[in-house]
């Protein structure tokens, strides 16, 4: 399985952004998806979760209101939308893929995702 990310960059707060990931390689429909975040010194931290038919969300209170997650399954891919950006959204964003499919209660543990894109930095300015 493959994950790659893409459109980070740097925003000014109060701006917006939209994070892509790509996957290839499995069933991409079948398995749960979730973006984390990550900064220098500190543990990676869970974003937003989304089920195989896009149908359940969860996302952590931190985003909660200002984030979107959201898939494309004939696409393969999983997206993140970030309004009202905050400079303590800088981070490097993940995606990754949940190890169990069909999953009904989405986790924000990062040891039930098993594959991890590379990253990409956001970069919010005050």
């Known amino acids: 399985v493959q994950l790659q990310a893409s459109g980070g960059g740097l925003v000014q707060a109060g701006g917006s952004l939209r994070l892509s990931c790509a996957a290839s390689?499995?069933?991409?429909?079948?398995?749960?998806m979730g973006w984390f975040r990550q900064t220098p010194g500190k543990e990676r931290e869970f974003v937003a979760a989304?089920?195989?038919?896009?149908?359940?969300?969860s996302y952590a209170d931190s985003v909660k209101g200002r984030f979107t997650i959201s898939r494309d399954n004939a696409a393969n891919t999983v997206y993140l939308q970030g309004k009202s950006l905050k400079p303590e959204d800088t981070a490097v964003y993940y995606c990754a893929a949940d190890r169990s499919p069909y999953r009904r209660v989405l986790t924000a543990d990062p040891t039930s995702y098993d594959y991890w894109g590379q990253g990409t930095l956001v970069t919010v300015s005050s």
């Open positions: 390689g499995r069933t991409f429909s079948t398995y749960p």
């Open positions: 989304i089920s195989g038919s896009g149908l359940n969300k």
